[in-house]
């Protein structure tokens, strides 16, 4: 069955260092998006991606972050100069809506990278 | 601001009770409502629910919307361990096609053998 899958599982950075997550979606989706979860917290929205642009993005999705699709598999969150409260899980999910046609419901997630700083 | 609230935040049950999870949301563009179920990491999707009043029904576990007062509940019957995880529910919000999910904070359920 297609899955998301993430890299890594879990990384540990210095406060101030940049980091990038990495995540290779379902081949035929088209869209794709980066949720957060702060420990015991509830999943947050940061980004959704398109055609290669940014669809929609949260307050929480500032200067700080970026997205890029490098090529035609991977799809990428950079953070640069992390912070303490940046800790958390990221999943990386995907659909194959088509903008502005019926959504099927079925938002495929990660197993998710989590991300602690020091 | 979108609000999803869902209602317990934690419950314990033995197996074999039945449990109703609650979910009420105040959006803008609201699409439809999904209820996901968290084991370990990556939510997997339950239902999505868009009209008013179809129960949508997976083995032991239902789901209802009622998009007058706002709210969807979960259904889960003759619960067993395997049922334990963390329950989201999400709504879809639509803004000029551009698509997200808000989350609630989730219900912890834990069945006890």
């Known amino acids: 069955e297609p899955e998301v899958t993430q890299t890594p599982s879990h990384q540990v950075t210095q406060m101030g260092q940049e980091v990038i997550l990495r995540c290779v979606p379902i081949?035929?989706?088209?869209?794709f998006y980066w949720y957060r979860q702060i420990l015991g917290q509830k999943v947050e929205f940061l980004v959704s991606f398109y055609n290669n642009e940014i669809s929609e993005k949260s307050e929480i999705f500032d200067d700080q972050f970026s997205v890029e699709r490098p090529d035609g598999s991977n799809f990428t969150l950079k953070i640069r100069s992390t912070k303490l409260e940046d800790s958390a899980m990221y999943f990386c999910?995907?659909?194959?809506?088509?903008?502005?046609?019926?959504?099927?419901?079925?938002?495929?997630f990660g197993e998710g990278s989590r991300l602690t700083v020091l | 601001e979108d609000k999803v609230v869902q209602s317990p935040l934690s419950l314990v049950v033995h197996e074999g009770d039945t449990v109703t999870l609650n979910c009420s949301y105040e959006?803008?563009?609201?699409?439809?409502l999904l209820w996901y179920k968290q084991e370990k990491k990556a939510p997997t999707f339950l239902f999505m629910l868009t009209s008013s009043g179809i129960e949508k029904k997976s083995g032991r576990l239902s789901s209802i919307l009622d998009k007058k007062e706002l709210f969807s509940i979960l259904n889960i019957t003759a619960t067993q361990t395997g049922d334990s995880a963390i329950y989201l529910c999400a709504v879809l919000i639509s803004n000029f096609g551009n698509e997200k999910l808000t989350f609630g904070t989730g219900t912890r359920l834990t069945i006890i053998p």
């Open positions: 959006v803008t563009n609201f699409r439809s």
């Open positions: 081949s035929n989706h088209l869209y």
């Open positions: 999910a995907s659909s194959e809506t088509l903008r502005g046609l019926r959504f099927t419901g079925e938002l495929f």
